[in-house]
């Protein structure tokens, strides 16, 4: 059974600073990538960030680039997502989600396994 658990999420006022992490059970995922997204009440879910097995690749939606960074802990089949100068914007429930390949996608189609969800409350 896989499972993708995530945690971090919070109340931050604008400009402040949270990590979320995923961590992975069920299986060994350092070969494939991994991605956060998240959704807003009354929107679609949007790509946030991803990265490779070796976290070599990266990709980032432009609304986050600068102020979010996505690493990897392979030996805790752990993926994390900095997250700094927050915005109201920012505020959505944020999931996490492994691709079973070695190429980096924003599609979350894609993505074959996904957490639960960690909320981000952003106020201004």
């Known amino acids: 059974q896989v499972q993708l658990v995530e945690s971090g999420g919070g109340l931050v006022q604008a400009g402040g600073s949270l990590r979320l992490s995923c961590a992975a059970s069920?299986?060994?995922?350092?070969?494939?990538?991994m991605g956060w997204f998240r959704q807003a009440p009354g929107k679609e879910r949007e790509f946030v960030a991803a990265?490779?097995?070796?976290?070599?690749?990266?990709k980032y939606a432009d609304s986050v680039k600068g102020r979010f960074t996505i690493s990897r802990a392979n030996a805790k089949n752990t993926v994390y997502l900095q997250m700094n100068s927050l915005k109201p914007e920012d505020t959505a429930l944020y999931y996490c989600?492994?691709?079973?390949?070695?190429?980096?996608?924003?599609?979350?189609?894609?993505?074959?396994?996904w957490g639960q969800g960690t909320q981000v409350t952003v106020s201004s």
């Open positions: 989600a492994v691709r079973m390949s070695v190429v980096v996608t924003t599609t979350p189609s894609l993505y074959s396994y």
């Open positions: 069920g299986r060994t995922f350092s070969s494939y990538a």
């Open positions: 990265i490779s097995w070796s976290g070599g690749s990266l």
